[in-house]
Every structure is written in C-alpha cells, then in structure tokens.
C-alpha cells in the first residue's frame, strides 16, 4: 500500500485545511486509516483515526475541531480541521493498517504534508 497526502498549507489561527491521502490498492476498504503529526522537536503523536466501518476516534486535543472522514471509491481518507491554532502546526502523516479495527493504524505511511497555523 502506497499512501499520498496532501493538502497541508500556511493557515491563520482559526481557519480551516483539508488533508487528504490518496491509497493505492485493492483492499482500501478493509484497512483502518489514521492521522498522525509531529511538531518540531516533538515526538509523533496520534490525531484520529477511522476503521473499516467508518467507526471514527480523535486525539483529544483535536476532539471537536477535527473531522476525519473516508470515501472507498476513492480510496481516500480525509482529515477537514477547523478553528486550527499555533499549536495544530506540525507534519502530518496519514498511515493505513491491516486490521480493519485498530485504532492505531501504523502497518503503512505517507510521505507527511506539513500544516502551518501562524497566530
């Protein structure tokens, strides 16, 4: 599985992104997908994450703000964040994972689309 994200951009505190991540692959429906990120200095950490039933679960840093979503036919997950602030600045990183359910998808990677929230 090969996963592409995009979508990451310059945004002033409040504002809005859409990250996508595009999957290659036959089997995208059956894979659990997820968001990670990683500021500067900082270790990765978890944002959200959506498994093969659409069932969603949020970081609660994000809880509120943050909407990932999927669309099978396109083999694409989505993450549509709202009201971003400084702190939301980082790499993000879209992963996919084997087991349908997880809630830590990490068997799979993209190459990461950097989000800058200035205030």
């Known amino acids: 599985v090969q996963l592409q994200a995009s979508g990451g951009g310059l945004v002033q505190a409040g504002g809005s992104l859409r990250l996508s991540c595009a999957a290659s692959?036959?089997?995208?429906?059956?894979?659990?997908m997820g968001w990670f990120r990683q500021a500067p200095g900082k270790e990765r950490e978890f944002v959200s994450a959506?498994?093969?039933?659409?069932?969603?679960y949020y970081a609660d840093s994000v809880k509120g703000r943050f909407t990932i979503s999927r669309d099978n036919a396109k083999n694409t997950v989505y993450l549509q964040m709202n009201s971003l602030k400084p702190e939301d600045t980082a790499v993000y990183y879209c992963?996919?994972?084997?087991?349908?359910?997880?809630?830590?998808?990490?068997?799979?990677w993209g190459q990461g689309t950097l989000v800058t929230v200035s205030s």
């Open positions: 992963a996919a994972d084997k087991s349908a359910s997880t809630w830590y998808p990490n068997d799979y």
């Open positions: 692959g036959r089997t995208f429906s059956s894979y659990a």
């Open positions: 959506i498994n093969w039933r659409s069932s969603t």
